[in-house]
């Protein structure tokens, strides 16, 4: 026989920091006990364990609620000699009577679903014996509080480079510094397009900056800038040098720059060629023409090259029928066609060697035979010193 003992229960902490929907809330019940109440229990008796969840006064499920035992040992349905073990209560010499001792504390965690006011009610019993003793215990869940608002990005502004009365953004300037006897090279990539400005030894001056940057919104340059009608903008850079005392240099240079830029594929409209995409810089009012090579690549990227002696905004535009005659022009004999428009390298290049283009003014048919004297092609020259304008019909001989 084993002498019953009453069991005393104090709710010892709760942890204050964790009682917030969604976090783990910690108590412990402290179990303490006092031989000799009288009553008389066997090897057999057990501990009676029970525990109820309310939440504003309405049971809750304790599942849901998560609630969890961790220690020490398994409370539920201990035998008296297991209850014994477990909890470390001293007997006497012969075993047979329950000594006092300071108890034990049994630790839970609970993880509320929702906020408000919850209860959570333990009871214990010695089975066989006439009393049971509970203890509830009270705390508030409130809401976690909401997440700080993710941080707003603020870029920095981009600069802008003033160019007569255009103002242009740039993007992913890269700068480097003329070095005595060395060429300099600098590149630099926007939106996928790379733009190049190579300057021979001796072109720039010694400590002068050269540098290269792209327009991200060719859209908006294009909007301030228009090309001419037809056309697209394909994309933008603006090349700079700056001497070593901080003054700008526009050029002309002591020598030639090469400037080259590189599309990548998808860039430019299906069925492009190399005539279509023309090289033009900013003169401060109007986009100008500059003497280019361009080539559509197998990749269907397109590389365009040019020499020149000055800095500004350079851009390509794409212009279907650029450069070219419409119809095309019979490889022999005499055609008629519209031109598309271009300089006079381009219309010469157009008519080819030992050719000629002619159109009639006042009744009077006035010629450019490519390869004859100057003197010979100097009224053509004269009436057009822009060159041909487009959409000008002229005939073509070969």
């Known amino acids: 026989m084993v002498v019953a003992t009453l069991l005393t ?7 204050a920091n964790a009682q917030t929907v969604g976090e783990v809330h910690e108590f412990a019940v402290h179990v303490s006990f006092d031989p000799g109440h009288g009553d008389i229990v066997d090897a057999t008796t057990s501990l009676a364990y029970d525990v109820s969840v309310t939440r504003d006064g309405v049971d809750v499920d304790t599942n849901d609620e998560t609630l969890v035992y961790t220690g020490p040992g398994d409370i539920a349905g201990f035998t008296a000699d297991q209850f014994q ?7 006497d010499a012969a075993g047979d009577e329950l000594l006092a001792t300071e108890g034990v504390d049994l630790e839970f965690t609970i993880t509320p679903t929702a906020a408000g006011e919850y209860v959570v009610s333990l009871q214990f019993m010695i089975e066989g014996t006439p009393e049971d003793t509970s203890i509830d215990h009270p705390f508030t869940v409130t809401d ?12 920095e502004p981009l600069p802008i480079v003033t160019v007569g009365d255009l103002q242009v953004t740039v993007a992913n300037e890269v700068e480097k510094t003329v070095v005595e006897g060395e060429q300099t090279e600098v590149t630099t990539t926007t939106n996928g397009v790379e733009g190049t400005a190579i300057a021979p030894a001796g072109v720039l001056p010694v400590g002068a900056r050269l540098s290269v940057a792209g327009v991200p919104s060719v859209a908006n340059l294009e909007a301030d800038a228009p090309g001419p009608e037809g056309s697209t903008l394909r994309l933008g850079f603006v090349f700079q040098a700056t001497g070593a005392d901080g003054v700008l240099l526009d050029g002309p240079f002591d020598g030639q720059v090469i400037l080259q830029f590189t599309l990548p594929a998808g860039s430019i409209e299906e069925g492009t060629v ?55 022009p019979a490889a022999s004999g005499i055609s008629l066609a519209a031109w598309g428009g271009g300089s006079f390298e381009a219309l010469m290049n157009a008519v080819g060697l030992g050719g000629s283009v002619w159109i009639f003014s006042g009744g009077e048919a006035i010629g450019y035979r490519v390869g004859a004297p100057a003197f010979a092609n100097e009224p053509f020259v004269t009436m057009f010193p822009d060159g041909l304008p487009t959409g000008t019909r002229a005939v073509v001989v070969r």
């Open 85 to 91: 073990t477990a909890f470390g209560i001293p007997t």
């Open 274 to 328: 190399a005539s279509d995409l023309v090289l033009v810089y900013w003169d401060g009012a109007a986009w100008v023409e500059v003497n280019s090579a361009a080539t559509i690549n197998e990749d269907g990227s397109a590389t365009i090259v040019a020499a020149v002696d000055h800095f500004t905004v350079f851009a390509v535009l794409e212009r279907p029928g650029y450069q070219v005659f419409a119809p095309a």
């Open 144 to 155: 976690a509080p909401a997440p700080p608002p993710p941080p707003v990005f603020i870029p």
């Open 9 to 15: 229960f104090i709710v010892s902490m709760g942890v």
